[in-house]
């Protein structure tokens, strides 16, 4: 386990923010700009000291109040918004720079950085010939190089443009597949934090407002993400099945299988699912004479009123309602003309180009 507490007045602004999280997989502290994400990292990082401050990472303290472990001596890497590489040295010497402050018990080699962020072919350039992408990859085999027991990334696609920003999500997905040491992420873009975190730390005005399994916090109605017009479910699941002929691969997620487009890997292979909520439809059966793909069955948990005469429906899949949670956000004039009621079983009917399965998740 991940536990933390730092308190302390920063001029104008009062930090009080206090979780526990996993001691591995990716955890997002999330929340508008100027809410503490940063400072929470910077405290987790030794590079901000308050006194009033608790951080024990997978049972080694590195601050219990006044007595703070310093910076040099935390098996720490840190990923800025910048990369900040060492313009006088290549590719390959800013890499081996994070070997020679190794401090941390993690063994992962450069052939494993290399092959992980698919950085083979930049060792031998120059850093001012990098896109803004590429110099981000070398900035995290850095980090990771250094052996860190813990890795902090302050909000590492944020200076990128969205085509730099696709194009290192995937080795971002890769590195939470493959590694096992914890990963704390900063970010304000929610699309970012459900495609790679596990864990959601819900930050407003220098506290910590929910913390939780990402899944449990897009649901939870006593949160405003549940609000929010691009509100999604995140389904983790197995490939049970491909199908070359038309490019369609099935997932065995908690309550049901899932036919999502894209050939996703071997049988095994784990991958995670974006379902935005203004793409499930709700039915009473199963739909008959449809181009839609998937219908399963789900039992209704509640309801609550949106913006713009809407609803949104908390489900979860299966036929006793054990499986995945799932969100719908329909019509109020559908929802009152059908009169849906909790505990109602009913087909959730999921349209296929709204399913995405970009992180793969281990296995």
């Known amino acids: 386990m991940i536990s933390a507490r730092f308190s302390g007045q920063l001029g104008d602004f009062a930090l009080e923010a206090a979780f526990e999280v996993p001691g591995q997989g ?29 951080l024990r990472v997978n049972g080694a303290t590195w601050q219990e109040g006044r007595h703070i472990t310093p910076p040099h001596r935390r098996a720490v890497g840190y990923v800025f918004q910048e990369a900040s590489l060492f313009t ?18 993690l063994r992962i080699t450069e052939a494993e950085v290399t092959r992980l962020l698919g950085i083979a ?22 980090a990771l190089l250094s052996q860190p027991e813990l890795l902090l990334m302050d909000e590492p696609l944020s200076a990128l443009d969205r085509i730099s920003r696709d194009d290192i999500l995937p080795y971002l997905e890769r590195l939470h597949a493959s590694l096992k040491m914890p990963v704390i992420l900063v970010s304000h873009d929610l699309a970012e934090v459900e495609r790679l975190a596990d864990t959601l730390v819900l930050m407003e005005a220098g506290r910590v407002r929910a913390a939780g399994p990402i899944a449990t916090m897009q649901a939870d109605p006593a949160l405003p993400l549940i609000h929010r017009p691009d509100l999604a479910a995140v389904i983790e699941g197995a490939v049970i099945a491909v199908d070359p002929r038309y490019g369609l691969s099935e997932l065995q997620v908690p309550g049901g299988v899932i036919v999502v487009p894209g050939l996703l890997g071997p049988i095994g292979t784990r991958r995670r699912l974006r379902v935005p909520a203004t793409d499930v439809s709700l039915g009473r059966h199963a739909p008959s ?40 956000r329909v019509s109020r004039k559908s929802w009152d003309g059908l009169g849906f009621q909790p505990g109602e079983k009913v087909v959730a009917r999921l349209k296929a180009m709204a399913l995405s399965a970009p992180a793969q998740t281990g296995g």
């Open 26 to 54: 990716v955890t997002a502290l999330f929340g508008p700009s100027g809410c503490g994400k940063t400072t929470v990292l910077r405290c987790m990082a030794g590079l901000m000291r308050l006194p009033g401050g608790h």
């Open 88 to 105: 006088h040295l290549s590719v390959h010497q800013n890499l081996i720079y994070g070997l020679k402050r190794a401090r941390g018990s």
């Open 289 to 328: 004479d449809t181009t839609i793909l998937n219908a399963l069955p789900a039992v209704i948990l509640g309801a609550e009123a949106a913006a713009g005469y809407q609803v949104t429906v908390r489900l979860a899949l299966g036929t006793a309602g054990e499986g995945a949670s799932l969100l719908a």
């Open 121 to 142: 072919p930049l060792l031998t350039r120059p850093t001012a010939t990098l896109s803004g992408g590429e110099r981000q990859r070398i900035a995290i085999g850095r």
